[in-house]
């Protein structure tokens, strides 16, 4: 079992936020488990949470933003892709600002801080989510694709290929999370030069500069253009020589662009809210098809949780696996304390016992007789008959044999039982049966919704000379 994670102890940074270019302190805040990330405005009136979940994306032009609660925090994605990087489960991000900052357009600066904190690990189980079947996302008007295939790690691949002929067609892959601080964290976001009179005409990238983001040069400029360029990032020694990347910076990778747009897909898929096992193939990915992507898995996990939470439906109308004169011959009860008409389904490691609740029963006629209802602990006897069939089936002369509970733990009623009811008892096996103890699992259910539900633990006993006598059995 892998266990949850937060940090020790609260820890601080400051930058500036690249689109709004305000100066922003963010604090990383040890969460409780199951807690998830969280960020919080506590620059605001009332210091407003803001769930990251991508339910609550509203924007992607060049970053992922988040609402909630009348309050908004822009560009998500590298602090959340740190946190996943260093398997963080549950942190409280709060900041004073609209934007978490950009610092160096990686996710290392949030990486270091955080491990500087020191990882705690916590006592909930770490619950994944793992696929089972492929998943498929697609945007031919922007040519993206992305496909998620069964894998028992966290893996991704990507291609990144904008017909450029600075950048070409790069690839990048991680094969399993703890890869990420080492071969994707220092990574840098980057635009190509063309771009920057767009994003400034739309009042973004306020904050940024050379220090930040690596800005691909794919064409020729000329001298007055470059003297723009000095003005935008105030600094005078503004260089192009050719083809290639703006004042010659240095890449950490030749594949760096493709590895950043990994870290992105990281930290946006992060919005899921729970950590995921599959492998993620990804061609020309972007922060819009990202979310379209992780709310597409998070609409299968909550599909697939319904599903498991669903009541099961059961076939009354076909032949009973045992009838009532079948089960007279297994347990030694008769009416009126035989509380179960007909089992329809029997298996090694479970059953379903039926019992048709009239007004004839005995139980009525003292237990709330002008408003009868069967008493809860009937039903847990009838689950116990139910679940005694189970375990004397595992014998070979089970006439031979007594059932005795020793234990009852999560014992729940529901809803009421009352004359014309149709009571289902599914019972299963929580460990195997082993020298004679038998522990089991049930749920009571009238018309597919569940009544109550308890566990059992009881053993079974082989009488000799009329006398009970224990028994080990493997």
């Keep these: ?29 040890p969460a409780p488990e199951n807690h998830g990330y969280k960020f919080q405005r506590v620059d605001l009136t009332d210091n407003p949470i803001i769930d ?17 609660n009348g309050a908004r925090v822009y560009t998500t994605e590298h602090v959340l892709a740190a946190l996943v990087g260093l398997e963080i489960d549950n942190m409280l991000i709060q900041l004073d600002g609209p934007e978490i900052p950009i610092m160096d357009g990686s996710a290392m600066p949030f990486i270091k801080l955080l491990e500087g904190a020191g990882l705690m690990e916590q006592n909930a ?12 996302y697609e945007d031919p008007i922007k040519n993206v694709e992305m496909l998620a295939v069964p894998q028992d790690s966290f893996r991704l691949t990507v291609m990144v290929d904008y017909n450029s002929d600075v950048l070409g067609t790069q690839h990048a892959h991680i094969y399993n999370v703890n890869q990420f601080k080492t071969d994707i964290a220092m990574c840098r976001t980057f635009v190509f030069l063309h771009e920057l009179e767009a994003l400034l005409a739309n009042d973004l990238i306020k904050g940024g500069d050379l220090n930040n983001a690596i800005v691909l040069v794919d064409k020729e400029i000329s001298e007055a253009q470059i003297d723009h360029l000095k003005k935008i990032f105030h600094k005078e020694d503004v260089e192009i020589k050719g083809k290639g990347v703006l004042n010659n910076t240095t890449l950490h990778y030749f594949n760096e662009p493709a590895r950043h747009k990994l870290l992105d897909i990281v930290g946006d898929l992060a919005l899921v809210g729970v950590p995921l096992k599959m492998h993620i193939l990804a061609a020309r990915p972007g922060h819009a098809g990202n979310i379209a992507f992780a709310k597409k898995i998070k609409a299968l996990i909550k599909s697939q949780r319904a599903k498991k939470n669903a009541s099961p439906m059961f076939d009354l109308s076909k032949e009973p696996v045992l009838n009532i004169m079948d089960i007279q011959k297994l347990l030694p009860h008769r009416q009126p304390f035989l509380l179960i008409d007909k089992i329809m389904e029997l298996t090694p490691e479970s059953v379903v016992g039926v019992k048709n609740v009239t007004m004839n029963e005995e139980f009525f006629k003292g237990h709330f007789p002008e408003n ?49 009811d149709t009571v289902v008892f599914d019972l299963k096996l929580l460990t195997p049966i082993r020298r004679g103890i038998c522990h089991m699992k049930g749920i009571a259910y009238v018309n597919n919704k569940p009544v109550m539900e308890a566990e059992m633990m009881a053993q079974i006993v082989k009488i000799k000379n009329n006398e009970p006598t224990l028994v080990h059995t493997s």
């Design 1 to 29: 079992m892998i266990k949850q994670r937060t940090i020790k102890k609260q820890v601080s940074i400051s930058g500036t936020g690249l689109h709004t270019g305000k100066q922003v302190n963010l604090t990383f805040v």
């Design 52 to 68: 990251a979940d991508v339910d609550n994306v509203i924007d992607t032009a060049r970053g992922t933003t988040l609402e909630q």
């Design 125 to 136: 189980e770490r619950v994944y989510f793992e696929l089972k079947e492929n998943l498929s």
């Design 372 to 420: 009868p209802v069967m008493p809860g602990v009937l039903l847990v006897e009838a689950m116990a008959q139910t679940g005694g069939i189970l375990v004397l089936k595992t014998v070979p002369d089970p006439e031979n044999y007594l059932t005795y509970f020793m234990k009852l733990d999560g014992v729940k009623f529901k809803q009421k039982v009352i004359p014309g």
